[in-house]
Nanobody, 124 residues
Framework: QVQLVESGGGLVQAGGSLRLSCAASGRTFNSYAVGWFRRAPGKEREFVAVISRRGSSTSYADSVKGRFTISRVNAKNTVYLQMNNLKPEDTAVYYC?????????????????WGQGTQVTVSS
């Protein structure tokens, strides 16, 4: 089992940057793919990005491709989401999630463990 805690959210102007962190408990963090999701007001939760167990593979939603970068440091049990050139439509609660998968798998759904979320607000 793993517990996840997000941090790094806040208020930023359009065009600005934020880096979210997802800190995980447990000794087997490198058994999990980790994804970032977001839920905007009045909308369903959507996939943002995912990184494989060792960080060798990543995948992004089209809406963030080229602006967001997901990375991980397994020695620190932490996954990051660097968000650049933020837009008002990026405003949402951002969640990280973990799933036990095969080595290079990049799941975009059906995650087992979730954090509590961190608010990101982008003003125009």
């Amino acid at each position: 089992q793993v517990q996840l805690v997000e941090s790094g959210g806040g208020l930023v102007q359009a065009g600005g940057s934020l880096r979210l962190s997802c800190a995980a408990s447990g000794r087997t963090f490198n058994s999990y793919a980790v994804g970032w999701f977001r839920r905007a007001p009045g909308k369903e939760r959507e996939f943002v990005a995912v990184i494989s167990r060792r960080g060798s593979s990543t995948s992004y939603a089209d809406s963030v491709k080229g602006r967001f970068t997901i990375s991980r440091v397994n020695a620190k049990n932490t996954v990051y989401l660097q968000m650049n050139n933020l837009k008002p439509e990026d405003t949402a609660v951002y969640y990280c999630a973990a799933k036990i998968v095969a080595l290079y798998s990049l799941p975009t759904r059906d995650y087992d463990y979730w954090g509590q979320g961190t608010q990101v607000t982008v003003s125009s």
